[in-house]
């Protein structure tokens, strides 16, 4: 996983509410087992029509969302069934963050475990947010992990929660498997001790 830096990126505005998990990446393409082309299947049903030709009217179709890290999303973003694939879809196409009001638990969990940012940000932000790119689709903000903070242009710094395990592995670049073997020494030394211990078929003495 790549380690989670700070990132300076224009916002993509999705100003949906209750998105969920089959919006982002319908059920249909949940067989697989790897992430790669899970870009192109993100948001299927809305980024093309009935033929499968692209819709230059939505927003992940225009060039400028290529070049992007960061999602600005409507409420309750991910609700819906639990579903790896979702961040993996989001990630695969580029997105590193995704801002919105609240966020589904499982979704949210999943997502930081895939080196996706979920950022909590106050409705009256949120708006703001929806207003600025309106107004300038460049509209660039700074997500700064370490600080746990949304960095507008003007200045102002909007603070988000991060679960303090989370922020670790993302910023160490790492999943649950990957922070349990940089341990493996000190694992191996515990049972290696461990056997010895139970190992009742050792004759006394």
């Known amino acids: 996983m790549t380690k989670f830096e700070k990132i300076q990126s224009r916002l993509i505005p999705l100003p949906v509410d209750n998105i969920d998990t089959d919006q982002i990446i319908p059920a249909r393409f949940l067989k697989t087992t790897t992430k790669a082309g899970l870009d192109?299947?993100?948001?299927?049903?809305?980024?093309?029509d009935?033929?499968?030709?692209?819709?230059?009217?939505?927003?992940?179709?225009?060039?400028e969302a290529r070049q992007a890290?960061?999602?600005?999303?409507g409420d309750n973003f991910g609700c819906g069934s639990s579903r790896e694939h979702a961040p993996w879809a989001l990630t695969q196409f580029g997105f590193r963050a995704v801002i919105s009001t609240s966020f589904a638990d499982i979704f949210r969990q999943?997502?930081?475990?895939?080196?996706?940012?979920?950022?909590?940000?106050?409705?009256?932000?949120?708006?703001?947010?929806?207003?600025?790119?309106?107004?300038?689709?460049?509209?660039?903000?700074?997500?700064?992990?370490?600080?746990?903070?949304?960095?507008l242009p003007d200045g102002r710094r909007v603070e988000f929660p991060v679960e303090p395990f989370a922020?670790?592995?993302?910023?160490d670049g790492i999943d649950e498997l990957g922070y349990i073997l940089q341990h493996e020494e000190a694992i191996r030394?515990?049972?290696?001790?461990?056997?010895?211990?139970?190992n009742t078929l050792q004759p006394d003495g």
Do not use: M
């Open 50 to 63: 009935a033929q499968g030709n692209p819709r230059p009217d939505f927003i992940l179709n225009r060039p």
């Open 167 to 171: 922020k670790y592995c993302l910023l």
């Open 40 to 48: 192109e299947k993100l948001f299927y049903d809305w980024r093309y």
């Open 69 to 73: 890290q960061i999602l600005l999303a």
């Open 189 to 198: 030394a515990y049972e290696a001790r461990r056997w010895i211990k139970l």
């Open 110 to 151: 999943n997502a930081l475990k895939n080196g996706l940012l979920p950022v909590v940000v106050p409705p009256e932000i949120h708006k703001e947010l929806f207003a600025a790119v309106e107004r300038d689709p460049a509209y660039t903000v700074t997500v700064d992990l370490e600080s746990q903070l949304l960095l």
